[in-house]
């Protein structure tokens, strides 16, 4: 079963940090990028970071500086560590892994992890 599953979500005050892990299981390919998407209640999707094989980065400007991607290719794992978290951080946290250009390939969601910020 191919599935990408987060974990590491959870609770911090205001200026703490979390780290998110996501791992790709079943994945008949190679995975190409690699991401962090977030959803907060009443608003849109949207890119936090991601990370290409190459290990180029794509940062939200919201969270440059804040947050860090990094990618395990040989684990199919991308992880995201979080510091100087902000109440408007809050969100839930969703791992993105794209198949390559052209393959035919679906692109993979994971469920999601819950990531609240105290003020």
């Known amino acids: 079963q191919v599935q990408l599953v987060e974990s590491g979500g959870g609770l911090v005050q205001a200026g703490g940090s979390l780290g998110l892990s996501c791992v790709a299981s079943g994945v008949k390919f190679s995975i190409a990028t690699m991401g962090w998407y977030r959803q907060a209640p009443g608003k849109q999707r949207e890119l936090v970071a991601d990370m290409t094989r190459s290990a180029r980065t794509n940062y939200a400007d919201s969270v440059k500086g804040r947050f860090t991607i990094s990618r395990d290719l040989a684990k199919n794992t991308v992880y995201l560590q979080m510091n100087n978290l902000k109440p408007e951080d809050t969100a839930v946290y969703y791992c993105?892994?794209?198949?390559?250009?052209?393959?035919?390939?679906?692109?993979?969601w994971g469920q999601g992890t819950l990531v609240t910020v105290s003020s």
């Open positions: 993105k892994a794209d198949p390559p250009y052209g393959s035919g390939y679906r692109v993979l």
